[in-house]
């Protein structure tokens, strides 16, 4: 099969949408299966790689440290059609996830989108942040998925999520995959000497981008809160980005900075030694779909202290493999991260951990994507337009950008009129019964 992939993050960026991506690539490229991956153009990104395009892009967008592809009508038909692709795979629902829909549907292919990120606990990144912009995130989303054939949730809860905005309603639940293998042994106590933690002391950590949209001040409070109460603790921190100097100034207010270690953005070796040094994991976000580095934390043997929120419910059994606290709450966080500092206590919960792990386990989780794509493909027929001449090939790019600015035009025209009704305005597919739809695709 070829499979023909879009994302709007990729290497070298850190992140779990791009490791999504690569991880995904090569799983199916072990299982016999070509595929090809279309990203941005970024700083730092290898010279040399196989089976992927790169498109023009701008860089740091808005300050982020993610970049803005500039889709242009046309750069890839040469790519694509030597490539002759069995199924598009989008990984974002705008910008390269719109040219994915273009491609999908100029040369009749089936499409299969992803839906990793809740995009509106993101809109911070863009000018002009507000409710409006967070409702027609949301409705972006939710309306790129009805120009989809297939929808991937990483999650139930994210699956459930997404029916109740009035997606498409042929959801597959796919997890991201994580290589239990390579997280299941690393050295722990290469960074505990380096930094000076005490080889027997008990180490919270965390790993992921030091965002807004992660909730890490109220993480940060509720460790620090533990730290005080537990005078042989550290807080270990892998990542980088803004949030850092607001989690170190709120370290050393609660007169514990000494004891809260900042590594950077760690990758290979590293990344898996640096996930041994810890005895447990805190996550706090509400932004996630799944929570990757929960999977990979957990194939670790560490058991994890997080809030409830979709994406993070199916991981984390609260007894089980970790603690699944109802809300933000510091104080019942720092508890939950003092009563675990039981070794004993956390064997078991080791145990669990681990099982869970297996099964978002890379091989597992591709397989069944490959089960989305077999039934994407087995839906549509064999006929692309990639078969007639140039002119119905134009006909066809034609109409695929008509019905691209038709979907987008009807979407923001009922945002700016105020109609979105609770999640879904009036006219949305399967609002009520009798109602008309949305354009085919």
Same mark, same amino acid.
């Given at each position: 099969?070829?499979?023909?992939?879009?994302?709007? @993050?990729?290497?070298?960026?850190?992140?779990?949408?791009?490791?999504?991506?690569?991880?995904?690539?090569?799983?199916?490229?072990?299982?016999?299966?070509?595929?090809?991956?279309?990203?941005?153009?970024?700083?730092?990104?290898?010279?040399?790689?196989?089976?992927?395009?790169?498109?023009?892009?701008?860089? &740091?967008?808005?300050?982020?440290?993610?970049?803005?592809?500039?889709?242009?009508?046309?750069?890839?038909?040469?790519?694509?059609?030597?490539?002759?692709?069995?199924? /598009?795979?989008?990984?974002?629902?705008?910008?390269?996830?719109?040219?994915?829909?273009?491609?999908?549907?100029?040369?009749?292919?089936?499409?299969?989108?992803?839906?990793?990120?809740?995009?509106?606990?993101?809109?911070?990144?863009?000018?002009?942040?507000?409710?409006?912009?967070?409702?027609?995130?949301?409705?972006?989303? @939710?309306?790129?998925?009805?120009?989809?054939?297939?929808?991937?949730?990483?999650?139930?809860?994210?699956?459930?999520?997404?029916?109740?905005?009035?997606?498409?309603?042929?959801?597959?639940?796919?997890?991201?995959?994580?290589?239990? *293998?390579?997280?299941?042994?690393?050295?722990?106590?290469?960074?505990?000497?380096?930094?000076?933690?005490?080889?027997?002391?008990?180490?919270?950590? &965390?790993?992921?981008?030091?965002?807004?949209?992660?909730?890490?001040?109220?993480?940060?409070?509720?460790? @620090?809160?533990?730290?005080?109460?537990?005078?042989?603790?550290?807080?270990?921190?892998?990542?980088?980005?803004?949030?850092?100097?607001?989690?170190?100034?709120?370290?050393?207010?609660?007169?514990?900075?000494?004891?809260?270690?900042?590594?950077?953005?760690?990758?290979?070796?590293?990344?898996?030694?640096?996930?041994?040094?810890?005895?447990?994991?805190?996550?706090?976000?509400?932004?996630?779909?799944?929570?990757?580095?929960?999977?990979?934390?957990?194939?670790?043997?560490?058991?994890?202290?997080?809030?409830?929120?979709?994406?993070?419910?199916?991981?984390?059994?609260?007894?089980?493999?970790?603690?699944?606290? *109802?809300?933000?709450?510091?104080?019942?966080?720092?508890?939950?991260?003092?009563?675990?500092?039981?070794?004993?206590?956390?064997?078991?919960?080791?145990?669990?951990?681990?099982?869970?792990?297996?099964?978002?386990?890379?091989?597992?989780?591709?397989?069944?994507?490959?089960? /989305?794509?077999?039934?994407?493909?087995?839906?549509?027929?064999?006929?692309?337009?990639?078969?007639?001449?140039?002119?119905?090939?134009?006909?066809?790019?034609?109409?695929?950008?008509?019905?691209?600015?038709?979907?987008?035009?009807?979407?923001?025209?009922?945002?700016?009129?105020?109609?979105?009704?609770?999640?879904?305005?009036?006219?949305?597919?399967?609002?009520?019964?009798?109602?008309?739809?949305?354009?085919?695709?």
């Amino acid at each position: 099969m070829n499979v023909l992939m879009f994302t709007n @993050t990729y290497a070298p960026i850190v992140g779990g949408v791009s490791e999504s991506v690569q991880r995904l690539k090569t799983q199916l490229q072990l299982a016999g299966h070509d595929v090809l991956v279309v990203a941005p153009r970024l700083e730092g990104q290898p010279h040399r790689e196989d089976n992927v395009v790169r498109v023009a892009a701008v860089q &740091h967008f808005n300050g982020s440290d993610f970049s803005l592809p500039v889709p242009i009508p046309g750069q890839l038909i040469e790519a694509v059609e030597a490539f002759d692709p069995d199924v /598009v795979h989008s990984h974002h629902p705008f910008l390269l996830g719109d040219t994915a829909a273009r491609v999908a549907d100029t040369y009749g292919l089936p499409l299969v989108f992803t839906h990793h990120t809740l995009y509106e606990h993101y809109t911070h990144y863009v000018p002009g942040d507000s409710p409006m912009m967070q409702r027609f995130a949301k409705a972006l989303a @939710t309306q790129y998925s009805h120009m989809c054939d297939e929808v991937i949730a990483p999650s139930e809860s994210i699956r459930q999520l997404l029916l109740e905005r009035g997606a498409n309603t042929s959801i597959s639940v796919v997890p991201s995959g994580v290589d239990v *293998a390579r997280f299941a042994s690393g050295n722990a106590e290469a960074w505990r000497k380096r930094l000076g933690i005490p080889l027997d002391a008990y180490v919270v950590g &965390h790993l992921g981008r030091l965002a807004r949209e992660k909730n890490l001040l109220f993480l940060t409070e509720a460790v @620090t809160s533990a730290l005080r109460q537990l005078p042989q603790a550290h807080f270990l921190v892998v990542g980088s980005g803004d949030a850092r100097a607001a989690m170190y100034d709120l370290a050393r207010q609660q007169d514990v900075a000494d004891r809260v270690h900042f590594t950077g953005n760690l990758q290979g070796p590293a990344l898996v030694d640096a996930y041994h040094a810890m005895d447990i994991f805190a996550f706090a976000s509400h932004s996630e779909t799944q929570g990757m580095v929960i999977a990979e934390a957990m194939a670790t043997g560490l058991p994890v202290v997080a809030v409830d929120a979709p994406g993070i419910r199916e991981m984390v059994g609260d007894e089980r493999n970790g603690r699944l606290l *109802a809300r933000d709450d510091a104080e019942i966080m720092s508890q939950a991260l003092v009563a675990l500092s039981d070794a004993e206590r956390r064997r078991t919960m080791s145990v669990a951990a681990r099982r869970t792990a297996e099964q978002v386990d890379e091989a597992r989780c591709a397989e069944r994507c490959l089960a /989305v794509y077999r039934r994407a493909i087995a839906a549509g027929g064999p006929y692309t337009h990639a078969d007639e001449g140039g002119w119905e090939r134009v006909r066809a790019r034609l109409g695929a950008e008509w019905r691209m600015l038709r979907h987008r035009g009807r979407l923001l025209k009922h945002l700016v009129q105020g109609e979105w009704d609770q999640e879904r305005p009036s006219w949305w597919p399967g609002r009520r019964e009798g109602e008309s739809e949305l354009p085919p695709k």
